[in-house]
């Protein structure tokens, strides 16, 4: 089953603007994912938050994790037409060895 | 170096045929996860294999098999096909059992 659900699902932005996408789960986790999915090809993993983690950074990249809400953000600063592509979160929840993936969000930079 | 390679690219099956895609794993990984990912949803846990056995299995039906080589490469065998089953087929490669790792671009099965 797919635990992470990523709100909002579609966002369109202007090049420029900042893009900001959120997921909840709902039970406890050893630690969340984001990956980028480029027209429906290979996943691309970006950046990995432990459980005891509140935020990170990487680049353009910052993602936020709230354990007592079990939800994370990710926001991408500055967007680039490249950044245009599907955006999952999966997360490795504690005692079920394996990804779970949302539903995934559809992010359009406009140039 | 190259990543995680699949096999075939494409391919289209008729309803009750059996199909087998392959995965060769990114260089010095030795465990293969693989995923479903149907259109317009998120990857869904088919199996993961590790030294040669399948080691976690997610909700699918037994028609969903597997196999891995000596060599770390992998094969998913899919039984009496469905439409259902029509979807894009991931592959993902990891050093020992980590359930992320370096994804291929896929297989997408077309199920007519």
């Known amino acids: 089953s797919q635990q992470g659900e990523e709100d909002p699902q579609a966002l369109s932005i202007q090049e420029g603007e900042n893009a900001t996408m959120n997921c909840s789960y709902k039970?406890?986790?050893?630690?969340l994912q984001w990956y980028r999915q480029n027209s429906g090809r290979g996943l691309v993993h970006l950046i990995l938050?432990?459980?005891?983690?509140r935020e990170k950074h990487s680049g353009r990249l910052r993602v936020t994790l709230d354990t007592s809400k079990k939800s994370s953000s990710l926001l991408i600063t500055a967007s680039r037409a490249a950044d245009t592509a599907s955006y999952f979160c999966a997360t490795d929840a504690e005692g079920n060895n394996r990804l779970a993936f949302g539903k995934g969000n559809q992010v359009v930079v406009i140039p | 170096d190259a990543g995680v390679t699949q096999s075939p690219t494409h391919l289209i099956k008729t309803r009750g045929q059996q199909v087998t895609l392959r995965c060769s794993p990114k260089?010095?990984?030795?465990?293969v996860s693989w995923y479903q990912q149907a259109l317009g949803q998120g990857p869904q846990f088919i199996f993961q294999y590790y030294e040669e056995e399948e080691r976690q299995r997610g909700n699918f039906p037994d028609r969903f098999s597997g196999h891995q080589f000596p060599n770390y490469s992998s094969e998913l065998n899919v039984n009496a096909l469905l439409l259902g089953d029509s979807a894009l087929y991931l592959c993902?490669?990891?050093?020992?059992?980590?359930?992320?790792?370096?994804f291929g671009s896929g297989t997408r099965l077309t199920v007519v």
């Open positions: 039970t406890s986790i050893n630690n």
């Open positions: 993902a490669s990891s050093v020992g059992r980590y359930y992320g790792g370096t």
């Open positions: 260089s010095g990984h030795d465990t």
């Open positions: 938050i432990r459980s005891n983690e």
